[in-house]
């Protein structure tokens, strides 16, 4: 029997045991009940007020933050590529640093900004006299503006890519026809770039829906509640049938909006505007406002990236959260507390360990799915290609459910162990490994295999001596790309961990709940420094065109 086949079975029972059984149990849950099939759980959601109000909560923040997020990303994209404002590749750094930090970490950091006793607020308060800031960032304004910081870099990028690629020719045809700039850029730019917009959009409303951290953080202070922090106090209670019919719900909210873009994808043909030769995109002189307009993005990018950071590493060396800043009141006892607390040190080892397994083991199975499907092409690849895929579009609440009701009964009980976390992590970091060896095979001609296997070598030969030395770089930067969401996650990890089995993520999270607002602060910007050096690694192997 051809190997290949072997190793497609192998792959074939492990998506079986890993994806399809977890995720199908959620499904079935949320439809069964004593007497059978039964939508009473589902019936739960609409007539009890709290699922009602958090279930609108959900449609409404996500919308609203993807409308200033997409209004954000347009403009700041237009900006950048098509405008004179100087120091552009400095700008475009700081808009897309939001990117690389953890979402529920800068929501810590936002609150440590504009909280009751944040460093804005104080000084509001010194400045005025006033008793109290006129803001409160723990509430559903707090989190709809920090959800739309953070999915304002995918807008960016994905509008600001189609923005470099167009042919302005057809603007200048315009403008030679008497339309002046802006009826040019209505007319002509923002159709062109419909397609972008619309794919931004739908991914930025996914964002957003299916963040748990930052709703979590700002919301539950103030009893603000959308579906994913609904499903993990469902789970806190534990009432699983009600929490397994609002992951599926959620589920289907955001894979509605993952299919349309895939759709948009498909049908993008019809809006090319690019056919061999180069685009280089005219920009337009700024006059009087390059200044002011440099000046305003600037401030607007360093609070959204850089202060948020800056907080986090003030409040990791202050010796009391709302101590008075001065020299006196620094210390680096936080740093100190972290690495001599069991907990903090057994769960840094747990995340880099978890991490660095889903990773391995996610980037060796996507390889050779890869290759099934795009060399082998043997029958059924696709389908594995399919299956391995369709966690991208669910959220990490339904994963965890699934896990839950996977692995906590026997013959195989994990549930209660670091191993559901391992589990949970495979499934989700699955369609990552897949998509991105997929990309890095495309690149290799298979005219260098088949000179192998012309030339008297087997499969095997041709595997270790060919083709994995030539996608080696693109593997490395994959295993990273997985390697560090993993070590920061929250969601998954805050629902599924145990004594013994904490990780970076539920740490953080637990500390800053209970109102250690200092020792959050130090391992948080520990991760942040972890992170920052990962993305370094991972920009010098795929020279720039990847960040993490």
Not at 63 to 83: E, F, P, W, Y
Request: glycine share 8%; hydrophobic share 55%; aromatic share 10%.
């Amino acid at each position: 029997m051809d190997i290949r086949h072997v190793f497609m079975m192998i792959i074939g029972l492990f998506f079986l045991g890993v994806i399809v059984y977890p995720l199908s149990l959620v499904v079935i849950r949320s439809f069964s009940s004593e007497a059978g099939f039964s939508l009473g759980h589902y019936a739960r959601i609409f007539s009890v007020s709290t699922n009602i109000k958090a279930f609108w909560n959900s449609i409404w923040v996500s919308s609203l933050s993807t409308l200033i997020c997409v209004a954000a990303g347009t403009m700041a994209s237009m900006l950048i590529i098509r405008t004179n404002i100087p120091g552009k590749s400095w700008l475009r750094m700081l808009l897309l640093l939001p990117y690389g930090i953890p979402p529920f970490i800068g929501a810590m950091a936002w609150a440590q900004l504009f909280g009751p006793a944040g460093y804005v607020s104080k000084l509001y308060m010194h400045l005025t006299g006033a008793f109290f800031a006129p803001w409160n960032i723990y509430s559903a304004g707090g989190v709809v503006l920090v959800l739309a910081v953070y999915q304002f870099p995918v807008v960016f990028i994905t509008i600001s890519g189609a923005l470099g690629r167009i042919d302005t020719s057809f603007e200048e045809a315009a403008r030679m026809s008497g339309a002046g700039p802006i009826r040019a850029l209505f007319d002509v730019t923002l159709p062109l770039i419909t397609p972008a917009i619309i794919a931004s959009t739908l991914l930025a409303f996914v964002g957003c829906i299916s963040n748990f951290g930052i709703p979590a953080l700002l919301g539950f202070r103030a009893r603000f509640f959308v579906l994913t922090t609904r499903i993990y106090a469902a789970l806190s209670i534990p009432d699983i049938p009600l929490a397994t019919a609002m992951a599926v719900l959620l589920a289907i909210i955001s894979a509605v909006p993952l299919i349309i873009e895939r759709r948009l994808q498909r049908g993008a043909g019809k809006y090319t505007v690019i056919s061999g030769k180069s685009v280089s995109p005219k920009t337009i002189d700024l006059g009087v406002l390059r200044m002011p307009t440099f000046i305003i993005t600037v401030v607007v990018a360093l609070f959204a990236g850089v202060v948020p950071l800056l907080s986090m590493l003030l409040t990791s060396f202050i010796t009391y959260w709302g101590a008075p800043l001065k020299l006196g009141n620094m210390t680096l006892s936080h740093y100190q507390y972290i690495f001599n607390l069991p907990m903090v040190t057994r769960a840094i080892g747990n995340s880099f360990g978890l991490a660095a397994a889903a990773a391995t083991i996610t980037m060796v199975v996507g390889s050779l799915v890869s290759y099934i499907s795009l060399r082998a092409k043997l029958t059924g690849a696709k389908t594995l290609d399919f299956v391995g895929t369709i966690p991208y579009a669910v959220p990490c609440t339904m994963v965890a459910i699934s896990m839950i009701l996977a692995w906590s009964r026997p013959p195989v009980v994990l549930y209660g162990t670091i191993w559901v976390i391992l589990a949970a992590y495979l499934v989700r970091y699955m369609p990552f490994s897949i998509r991105t060896t997929n990309a890095t095979l495309q690149q290799v001609h298979v005219s260098l295999e088949e000179a192998g296997q012309v030339s008297g070598a087997r499969w095997t030969q041709v595997m270790r001596d060919i083709v994995l030395p030539l996608i080696r770089p693109g593997l490395v930067a994959g295993w990273i790309l997985v390697f560090m969401p993993a070590l920061r996650e929250l969601t998954m990890s805050i629902l599924l961990w145990s004594q013994g089995s904490e990780t970076i993520g539920s740490v953080i999270y637990n500390m800053q709940d209970a109102g250690y607002t200092q020792i959050a602060a130090a391992l948080s910007t520990l991760v942040l420094l972890v992170i920052m050096m990962g993305n370094a690694i991972v920009r010098k192997l795929s020279k720039g065109a990847v960040n993490i």
